[in-house]
């Protein structure tokens, strides 16, 4: 069965850091561009951060580049995302996705989210 699931959301004060995890089963990740989006209550889904399948390209989105890094340890057959610096904005539940497309094109699997509170 194909899955992605998302682990290590949680409680952070504003300027803390947090890594959440990707890990797929049922599939190898190697083969797939690995997304990271968000949803915050009361607005649309954006694009976060993407990690492509082919050469490790990496993108961000502009409200997190310099702060949040995207990462895969295919040995895992999981995907990283460490962010830092977080603010209250960042604060929305966090889904992971896999693409055999690469970044920017459509997902074809997504994950259910873990959800990402920054507060003090």
């Known amino acids: 069965q194909v899955q992605l699931v998302e682990s290590g959301g949680g409680l952070v004060q504003p300027g803390g850091s947090l890594r959440v995890s990707c890990a797929a089963s049922?599939?190898?990740?190697?083969?797939?561009?690995i997304g990271w989006f968000r949803q915050a209550p009361g607005k649309e889904r954006e694009g976060v951060s993407c990690?492509?399948?082919?050469?490790?390209?990496?993108y961000y989105a502009d409200s997190v580049k310099g702060r949040f890094t995207i990462s895969r340890d295919n040995a895992k057959n999981t995907v990283y995302l460490q962010m830092n610096s977080l603010k209250a904005e960042d604060t929305a539940v966090y889904f992971c996705?896999?693409?055999?497309?690469?970044?920017?094109?459509?997902?074809?699997?997504w994950g259910k989210g873990t959800l990402v509170t920054v507060s003090s």
């Open positions: 996705a896999a693409g055999l497309s690469e970044c920017g094109a459509g997902m074809d699997y």
């Open positions: 049922g599939f190898t990740l190697d083969y797939y561009a």
């Open positions: 990690i492509s399948s082919s050469d490790g390209t990496t």
